[in-house]
C-alpha cells in the first residue's frame, strides 16, 4: 500500500473495486531480448547434449541407425525447448530470458495464466506465429496491450513485473549486437554452403559434358575404324574439343598397331581422374574413371 492508501499491482490489467491499476506492456523489442537469451540457454544446453552424445552414444553403423539416432535427437530437442518454455511459463511465469528483463506472461486480466493456455500459446500459438514469415511475433510491436499473435490466441499479455522498471540499455544493446553477429554468421555459413552446393552441381554438370563428348569421340572413332581398319590418324574434331569445359581436356592414345584406342577426358570434380572409353580387341571399354597417373601413361585401353 503507498502513501496514499492506493494499492499498486504491477500485474492487473483492469481495474478491481478499489484497486487502482498500474500496468507496464512489454514491447517487441524487449521481447525478442529474452528470447534471444533463452536462444542463448538452449544453444549452450544442446551444445552439451552434443558433446556428451559424441563420448556416450554409439556411433551408428548404418545409414538406417543413423537416421533413426538423427530423428531421436531432433525429437529430444523440440521435447526440451517445449519443457523449457511451458514449465518455467507455468511455475515462475517466466524463462530465463525473460526474468533477465525483468517480464513476464501472465492473463489478460492479470492473474496466472492457466496451463492449458500456456501449452496452446507455446505450441500452435507460437508455431502458426512463425509459419506466417513471423508476422505474429512483430504483432506485438503494434497491438494495442503489446500481444503477439500467439498471446491473442491465448489470451495472455507479457507485462513488465515492476511498471517503474527502466531497461538495461546496455544489456539491450550487448544481446542485440550478439543476436545481429550470430544472425550474420548463419546467414555466412548458410551462403557457404549454398555456394559450395551450387559450386559441386555446376562440376557435375561439367563432367555430364565431358562424359557425353568422351562418348560421341567413341562413336566417331568407330566409325574411323570401319572405313579405315584402324585408329591410327584418328583424331577428335575440333568442333568437339570446342565444346569442352575449361576445367577439362581431351587425351587419344592409339596402340601402335592401330587396334586399340583409349579416349579420356578431365572430369572437373575430381583433379586426378579421368573418364575413358576405348575398344581393345574385342572388348569395349565405357566410362571407366581412371586416375591422372593410368591417364597421362599413354596405354591404349581404359583397363
Known amino acids: ?45 544442446f551444445l552439451i547434449l552434443s558433446i556428451l552424445q559424441v563420448f556416450f552414444v554409439h556411433t551408428p553403423s548404418n545409414l538406417a541407425q543413423e537416421i533413426v539416432q538423427s ?22 511465469g517466466a524463462t530465463l530470458g525473460k526474468k533477465a528483463v525483468g517480464v513476464m506472461v501472465t492473463a489478460e486480466d492479470g492473474t496466472k495464466l492457466p496451463i492449458g493456455r500456456i501449452i496452446l500459446r507455446e505450441t500452435i500459438g507460437k508455431w502458426v506465429s512463425a509459419i506466417i514469415l513471423m508476422i505474429g511475433f512483430i504483432m506485438a510491436g503494434f497491438t494495442k496491450k503489446k500481444q503477439a499473435l500467439h498471446d491473442k490466441m491465448a489470451k495472455s499479455v507479457v507485462v513488465y513485473k515492476n511498471p517503474e522498471h527502466k531497461s538495461n540499455g546496455a544489456v539491450i544493446a550487448v544481446v542485440v549486437v550478439l543476436g545481429v553477429l550470430i544472425m550474420i554468421s548463419i ?16 562440376q557435375k554438370g561439367n563432367d555430364a559434358v565431358v562424359q557425353l563428348d568422351v562418348d560421341n569421340a567413341f562413336v566417331g572413332a568407330m566409325t574411323y575404324y570401319q572405313s579405315k581398319k584402324s585408329f591410327s590418324g584418328f583424331q577428335i574434331s575440333t568442333t568437339s574439343s570446342a565444346s569442352l569445359p575449361s576445367c577439362s581436356s581431351y587425351s587419344v592414345n592409339i596402340s601402335p598397331n592401330g587396334q586399340e584406342i583409349a579416349i579420356l577426358g578431365k572430369l572437373c570434380s575430381k583433379q586426378d581422374s579421368y573418364i575413358c572409353s576405348g575398344i ?11 586416375d591422372s597417373i593410368f591417364a597421362q601413361s599413354g596405354t591404349s585401353t581404359c583397363r
Not at 530423428?71 to 515462475?92: E, Q
Open 1 to 45: 500500500m503507498n502513501p496514499e492508501g492506493t494499492i499498486i499491482d504491477p500485474v492487473i490489467s483492469k481495474p478491481v473495486s478499489d484497486v487502482t491499476v498500474s500496468v507496464k506492456y512489454a514491447g517487441f523489442w524487449i521481447r525478442w531480448v529474452a528470447n534471444m537469451i533463452d536462444g542463448f540457454i538452449l544453444g549452450a544446453l
Open 71 to 92: 530423428i531421436v535427437s531432433m525429437v529430444v530437442r523440440v521435447v526440451l525447448t517445449w519443457v523449457y518454455f511451458v514449465w518455467m511459463t507455468d511455475v515462475y
Open 187 to 202: 546467414l555466412g555459413i548458410l551462403s557457404s554452403i549454398v555456394l559450395a552446393s551450387l559450386n559441386v552441381a555446376r
Open 280 to 290: 581393345s580387341g574385342q572388348n569395349f571399354d565405357k566410362d571407366v574413371e581412371v
